[in-house]
């Protein structure tokens, strides 16, 4: 029960994701407890944490107290700064690499059918997002990009596996138009049905107004 208490805190305290092996470094050497003993109690701490408003997350850099993802939006308004936004060319050099690594700059040029501006692969190793994990023994040695455990982290996932397959992605997409053919086809109805009100109501007018001359003359008869 202490050493669950020590890794709890020791966990709510760091300010990045920590590892069994970190948190084991932690203690002083000769008081070190065994990284299954260490294990045993983040899992028990996870169990504990499953119906609270935050949760012990296991991602690739190791273990993070977070809030939900459910109440994330509520959080978010405490802090004033905005997070960045990212241009689609800059998304869209992202994902071939996390899909296709590793990647030269040249294959991401080739898949895209537009050059990829040397900012966008700045900030992309500036955010640390992704690296260079070898070059092609081609002329020139381009080097090849792959993403990083920050990547994982940021993007709240242990594994590439996590991430939703290209056929996903797609569904996704087909969806995202169908439902806006779907409003469009509503707006139109919804026209269409106002349109034949006006109409209507304009036609009842005209009728009203042919009956009440219709009655004028008939007096005058």
Not at 114 to 124: A, D, Y
Not at 140 to 167: A, V
């Given at each position: ?43 028990a701490i996870i169990e504990e944490h ?49 899909y296709r690594q590793p990647v030269t ?117």
């Amino acid at each position: 029960m202490e050493l669950k208490r020590i890794v709890e805190a020791i966990l709510f305290a760091a300010n990045r994701p920590m590892t069994v092996k970190q948190i084991q470094q932690v203690f002083p050497e000769i008081e070190q407890p065994d990284s299954l003993d260490i294990q045993l109690a983040i899992d028990a701490i996870i169990e504990e944490h499953k119906t609270r408003p935050v949760e012990l997350k296991k991602l690739a850099s190791g273990y993070r107290f977070q809030v939900k993802i459910e109440l994330s939006r509520w959080v978010s308004r405490l802090f004033e700064e905005k997070p960045p936004k990212y241009s689609r060319a800059l998304l869209e050099t992202l994902s071939i690499i996390a899909y296709r690594q590793p990647v030269t700059r040249g294959e991401i040029e080739d898949i895209r059918g537009v050059s990829v501006s040397s900012s966008i692969i700045q900030t992309l190793l500036e955010r640390e997002w992704v690296r260079v994990i070898a070059h092609k023994e081609v002329p020139g040695r381009p080097g090849l990009y792959g993403t990083t455990k920050q990547f994982l982290d940021y993007f709240n996932i242990e594994s590439l596996t996590e991430l939703p397959t290209l056929q996903e992605i797609q569904n996704l997409d087909l969806a995202a138009d169908n439902s806006q053919l779907h409003k469009q086809v509503d707006s139109e109805q919804q026209q269409t049905r106002q349109q034949a009100t006006e109409e209507s109501l304009e036609d009842t007018k005209i009728n009203t107004a042919a009956a009440e001359t219709n009655q004028e003359q008939a007096g005058l008869s």
